[in-house]
Each structure stands twice: as structure tokens, then as C-alpha cells.
């Protein structure tokens, strides 16, 4: 890459293939320019600067963290250096717990293991939003990057090496009814994916007697030959499991626990849509909680039928938790979703926890007192049923701006044998229909991928939208 292509931020942080675009060079640029803002931010606060570095299991994600530490610490920023891998969310608590102007995650999510990326968290513990990455953005090649040696800025005590998960555990335990969950006497499997929750889960459960098994949990940079994406073609290896072995139900986590998705005993796949809409529902049955909803425009209409059953206000907002961790700011959001897996909660930082989220599933499993299969069976039979489907295609970035385009003058006027009623373009194109079918067309943040997604109620109307888009593409 060359040093004077400006590096860009998309739907969550910078992703590259390493080696490639993901150097040490670009990293260290990318640090400077973050120390810079931060730095320009201290002053103006007149407080002194300190920042977290914390990494995922990706190929050279630790030696990537320490260079950047290296930059900021040159920089005057005091480091926090994670001890270990952890948690995207585990940085995003250090933040606020430690009152730190924002840190960097080095960690690619759920990409493929050839990329690598860093994601910007800020002072306020959750993704930065695009007024910030704008403006290090420009600040990126204001000036050569400094660095110090690692082992010399620890002797100064300009980085500071300190192990941030228990602090985090402590954080998110303060906020699940363990107790409750405990006297279920729940049989859990937990899906790692070889990503940073590793044992997490299971450490936090162990104490209280909860059965869990624990899945795929040491580290691998090449993810078992699958993508740590918490979806069904990648949980092959818990759908055997599953199987083989019985449980009440099965949790996963993504690359950098920040994402969640589950699978019933039987090794069926339970889509995130469901997991946010349980989620939602376990709010306000049985915490007794109120406040705005917030989903992706990608997410379930479940989510509108619970809210206006329960008269509470929905807000749909762009693909990207920076969008619902700004709402969650401002406003008094109850719970905020999106279809990856992506859940925040009224009480706790603007941030998304895959590993908050699965303990506040089975905290729902638990006040339920019923089976998974028969809880998403009284769920169709009130909200009506909801079933997805998605297709992912290689898609060249340069054409999408014309099939959106396009999409958007030419909808469809017929969706799975229901008309057409709305269209929706303020990211990417979703085509409604009447009887809340609906088909959407969005290129992907961070990959050069063209996503298509689509409900109804029915699998076979869903598939055959996704056919429909996947056509629409091809052809154009």
C-alpha cells in the first residue's frame, strides 16, 4: 500500500489483509493520527491523556497492539496494554471504568482470518462515531509516526501492561441475576469460534455450578477454516456436537465476543433476529424495563410488532452499532439491536457484549421456566413468524453505487405475492411489503461484499426473495 493512500474507516473501524494493506507502516500511521486527536482532546478537556490497546486472537494482533502502544506512548499518551487477548467490550469497560479518553482494538470481528483491523472506541466506552474517525482520518500522515521502544515506555511507565477481563466479568456479572440462572440447572454448550471469549463464559458460570461446555476454545488464527462469524454455515462444528451430546441450549460469541448467536438442542440454527427479539421481550417481562428501541434497518420487523404491542417507541437506524450507541447516549434506549448480533442495554455502556448478551439469554430461559423451542413457538403464535434468510456475494465496490441506484428507482412491486408499500434508502435499499415482507440490497463496511437480506413468514418467501436480489445483482 502506498503510504500516501489515505486509510479509511468504514461500517466499524479499518480492516485489511495483513500483509498487504494491514502493515506495521499503516498501523503505526493510523496510531499517530490517533494520538494526535486524542492529544488535541486532553488539551481542550485539560486532562491528562490515557488510552487502551487491547487485541484479539488474529494472526500477529499482539505485536500489531504493541506497535501501536509504542506510538501513543511516544506521543505522551499513557498505554494501557492488555495482558492478554480480551473482549472488545472489555476495552470499552476499561474506558469508562478508568475514565480513559478512548483505546484501540486491533481485531478484523468476524472478517475472514487473512484481514486484521482496528477498531476506534471512545471516551464515552463505545464505538466512535463518524465525526470522530473523520477527523483522524484527516489527521492520518499530518506528521511522520513516533514510537519508543516497548520494553523502555514499560520502564517509564508510559504503558502499563495490566489484564483487563476480570474487571470486566465484574462488570458484567454485577449485571445478570447469576443466581437465577443457576437454579435453572440450565445444560449449556458454548461456542467459542476460537475468538477471545474463550473460557470467559465458562470461568463466570463455573463458581455457581452452571453446566457449560465449552466449544472451539483455544486459539486458532485461521478459525478452524471458517470465518468467526457467529452464522449457521460456520457452526458446523456445534451443530455435531449438538447432536451428540444434550443441552438445553448452545450460545456463540464471534472473533471479538462482541456478537452472539444460539442454536436450539437439536443443533438449529437460531438467528439473531430472534435471539434480539427474546432479548427485548425477557427487558420487559421480566425486568420490568421501559425506553426506546433501536434497530439496524436489516433487523427484524418482530422488534416493531413487540413494540407496538407494548407501546413502546421504535427507531430504525443504518447498519452499524455506532448509530445505536449514539441514540443510547442520548436518549433512554431500553435495548438496541442489529442483525449481526450486535445487542446494547439500558444500564450498561453504549456498547454491544456478546458475552452480556448470552448470559442475559439464558437469564430469559431462566425467568421462562420453558424450553427454547417451545419460548420461539409462542413467539410466532403472538408476534407473528418471522424467518430470514441472507446471502452474502463477492461484489465489485465500484458497481454498487448503480445497482443501488438502480434498486432504488426500480423496486420491485411485488415481494414473495405481497404488494409493495415502502422503500427505504437511507442505507442501502429495503423494499417493504405490505404484509411486512421485506428484501434489502447493502455493500458491506468492510469487505468487497454485496449483502442480501430478507424476511417474511415464511422460509420458502424468504429464500425466494434473497433469490430475487441475487438475480437483481448478477444481471446488472
Known sequence: MDVREPIQFGTDGWRAVIAEDFTFENVRRVAQATAAYWLAEAARKGAPPRAIVGYDRRFLSEKFAAAIAEVLAANSVQTIYTAADCPSPAVSCAIKQQSLVGGLMVTASHNPPEFNGIKIKADFAGPADPKITRQIEALVDSEPPRHVAFEEAVGKGSI??????????EAVGRFVDIGRIASAKLR?????????????FEQMLAPHHVAVTTLRAERDPMFGGVNPEPIAKNLGALEAHLRAHKADIALV????ADRIAAMTPDGTFITTHYCIAMLLLHMIRHRRQTGNVVKALNTTVMLDRICAKHSLPLREVPV??????????????????????SVGFKGYIPERDGILACLLLLEFLACEGKSIARIMAEMDAEFGASRYARLDLRFPV?????????????????????RLVEVKDFDGVKMIAKDGSWLMLRGSGTEP?????AESNEQSRADALVEAGRQLAEIL
Open 449 to 453: 461484499v454485496l449483502r442480501i437480506y
Open 188 to 200: 449449556v454448550v458454548f461456542d467459542s469460534m476460537h475468538g477471545v471469549a474463550g473460557r470467559e
Open 398 to 418: 465500484e458497481k454498487r453505487r448503480s445497482l443501488m441506484d438502480w434498486a432504488r428507482k426500480n423496486p420491485a412491486k411485488d415481494l414473495a405475492g405481497s
Open 160 to 169: 502499563l501492561v495490566e489484564d483487563v477481563r476480570p474487571a470486566h466479568r
Open 253 to 256: 460469541t464471534d472473533g471479538d
Open 320 to 341: 452499524g452499532f455506532k448509530w445505536i450507541a449514539k441514540l443510547m447516549r442520548e436518549e433512554d434506549v431500553l435495548l438496541g439491536g442489529e442483525e449481526s448480533g
